[in-house]
């Protein structure tokens, strides 16, 4: 018997750290955390995730833009950016907000 694949909760809201720079780079992205002077890259999918959070904040709306944006049903949209999400708080990327 498989175990499902559980996905971190969607937070209401996001924040980027203060001490985070971006920069997209031929639609990919570079987060270069300033406070631990590490690195991190952004296929296409992230950076435009990355961008929306930097823009909404909202999570409830940063999934409907990818809705639009996106040929993929709403749970596994909403899985991927919760995944995503948990992984940039995980490395002190962004803040969240239940």
Do not use: C
Request: hydrophobic share 40%; net charge negative.
């Amino acid at each position: 018997m498989s175990t499902p694949n559980l996905s971190p909760a969607l937070p209401e809201k996001v924040s980027i750290s203060e001490h985070v720079l971006f920069q997209a780079i031929e639609g990919e992205g570079v987060l270069l955390d300033m406070a631990a002077e590490q690195y991190f890259g952004l296929d296409d999918v992230g950076t435009r995730i990355w961008q929306l959070l930097m823009e909404e904040g909202d999570t409830g709306k940063v999934l409907a833009q990818l809705l639009t944006t996106y040929d993929a049903d709403e749970a596994t949209l909403r899985r991927d950016l919760a995944n995503l999400i948990e992984q940039l708080r995980n490395d002190g990327l962004v803040r969240v907000e239940s």
